[in-house]
């Protein structure tokens, strides 16, 4: 495989970075680059969001692939050119000020920005950015280029504009009419929130105690029963009851509420709507009482008995009837004239063309006049009449007084046309249809904004059938089961898509229906509410999306987030932060305290003195601690958490997150084992170096003889540390073969070791590096005070491969020198001691080896086991 040239990375901008003719720029021939530009363009490459670097004073652009959607037909010439002229139609004062911000060491953050850029076709176009810059500083600390990290909002600020415009022509919808608006929680325990509407007060913090608040003793059981009812079925809640007003008057209401469930279909609150209906009721009240009133007078009370003579003009009455009229009662004839100075001027034209008519015996009269003079003025009469026997100018009758039904009726014809007006100016279609045969009865003018179809055109032919064609064949069927449930006494809410008449476009409906009976208690009529949804439809849809791509960012990266609501004292953890805290999901009740307990005991303090300081408005909290597991597993965790206030400084909600970075400071951790062992390693090669020198210029003939001999043995030393350099190609390396690099590095003092073992025992890449330089320790110790450096001393290195208790392979290698004249007991220590610490600590921690070492009376022996390959086992047989 050719060697791939830096600067490193794959995909189409890493090669047109790698051609391209930087020579021409100031940046100069990529060879010269230094290493802190070398490394963040790898670092920007390696991005999966669009990323680009600004370098130097003239803002030379690089950037990744993810940005080339960002660049479209600006890409390929940004490249290697100034930013400030590559965008120069909105580079602006602000850009230039957020760059003068980085270059003097700060960052910079910017959510949804919005700028005008010129599209493909040459036409600006608005385009939203969440924009991320960090300064790039050289060796010496001084800032040298920006880095800056974009992620296009574009269609999701869109979709909530949508969403927020969808919400403002609700409210728009609600402000124009005089409904009551309410919300429930789940059990209705709590009332949320009420816009009273002048009806009731208004409530804008949760209560419990609304029942006692709003609803009159009397109606409480058949509110807690309707209540219940809906709850038990699911279904919309309705009863008409008393209320007690703002002023503490009893009221009526018809109160109307949804349920509002969520993804899983459960109930999660109640919305819903109520309407003063407390002149209807007065109304119908009086009516009821009117008609007992007219029982009573048909029975013998009530109602005043009079008599006209139409030839005489003269009037008679009883004691009632002159009360009713305002005159004192009498048993003597009146004039005629009396009697019509006290109606109004239409009332006297219509006794006067009755005078007029040729009346037939046996003919029947009814009226109604007004009382406009005397003390009865202003009370409505209503009369009845018949002209009895041959004499057909006498006229006997009765007279009641109808004022308060008059008022009642007047008003509940205003209540109606209020209501109509309310249809008629609603953007949503109210309609009425019978229930048998679903003919139209009645619809509201939106039905044509939002079916394009005209009223008068849906009204003719089969109603329900060409409506139902409208339908998307897909929703049909559903929607012809919702009617159905509807015709059957529910109230049911449903959606359904349409095609519309009058462009074929496709919309979102949303219908509540309901079912409206007779005195008898049958439907005969149902009606509805049907409003367009598609565009909240789509926001929704387009918010799902989102917060999906956001879930599975989260599940792919790792991280664990929680959401603390400091005044409630709720905590929120997602699904990873218990895995990662080694909870199971929903084990425990998410909190500081269940996160406290996981901690390290010596992590704690600084935890919670982190999150103090940063609750008292000090910087985020930022840390990185260890968590302890169930099974007593540590794990390296890093967090991030930002803390907000309300307008008193007081901290009302905090947000963060966590990732797992064991592996990392076990890299870490392993890395600065690695680099003292290296210099370590280092000091013991030049030492070695040394021995061999000497030696070969004692057994040197000559110059010429010295730099052959001396020539060799430096490159054996050469040949182990290729050999090592193999560390990233995996199961190359064989025990044998690292064994004979560092005893060929010896020369000739390596005929003095006896090696028996079998060959191909394939080394874990990750043992090679350490096992190596475990290996070149006791060579180099035994050339410098043992077995290789004594006369007569021998060295025999044996090793098998066994399994261990796990049952898989392990290499097991004694090193055992003899002969060897040992040092007194009390003389000062040959060497440092760090090739024996590295045998007896480094193997055992890094590679799990079990080793022993020890200085015997004729020499040093040595075993080491370690964990091997498993294709290694087949070299036991050998």
Known sequence: MPQMTRPFGTGEMAERIRAFDWAATPLGAIHGWPAELLSTVETMLGLPGPATLLWGDDHLQLYNDAYIAIARDRHPALLGHSATAGWKDIYSSDAAQRLATVRAGGSVSVAGLEVAVRNAEGVFERRAFDIGWSPVRDAAGAVVGALQTLVEVTEHRRAVTQLRDSEARLRMLVATGSHMLYRMNADWSELLYVDGRGMVDDVAEPTGNWVERFIPAVDRGAVFAAIAAAIEGRTPYELEHRVYGRDGSIGWALSRAIPIRDDAGN????????????????????????????????????????????????????????????MPPGDEPRPFADFLARISPQGVAAIERLAARRIAPGAEFDGEVEIVAGPTAGCWLRWRGRADGPNTAMIHGVVFDVT??????????EREALLRQFGDASQDVLWIREAATLRWRYMTPAFRTIYGWSRRAAMAGDHYRDWLDRVLPEDRGPVERAIARVQGGEHIGFDYRIRRVADGETRWLRTTGFPIRDDDGRVTLIGGITADVTASRLARDAVARSEERLRSAVEVGGVGLWDWNVATGDVHWSDEHYRLQGYEVGAVEPGYAAWLARLHPDDRPEAQARMEAAMGGGPAYVQEFRAVHPDGSVHWHSARGRFFFDDQGQPVRMIGAMVDVTQRREWEERQKVLVAELQHRTRNLIGVVQVLADKAVRSSRDLVDFHQRFGHRMQALVRAQQLLSRLDESDRVTFDTLLGAELAALDGEAGEVACDGPKGVRLRSSTVQTLAMALHELATNAVKYGALGQPGARLSIVWTVEPGADGDPWLHVDWHESGVTMPDSDAAPLGSGEGRELIERALPYQLGARTSFTLGNDGVRCRIAIPVSTSGAAARAT
């Open 404 to 413: 308060e039904q008059r008022h009642a009726l007047a008003t509940l014809r």
């Open 267 to 326: 109930i999660v609150e109640w919305f819903g709507t109520g309407i003063d209906v407390t002149a209807r009721r007065t109304a119908e009240e009086v009516v009821r009482r009117s008609e007992e009133l007219r029982g009573i007078a048909l029975d013998g009370g009530g109602m005043g008995a009079w008599r006209i003579d139409l030839a005489a003009r003269e009037v008679r009455g009883d004691a009632r009837f002159f009360a009713l009229c305002g």
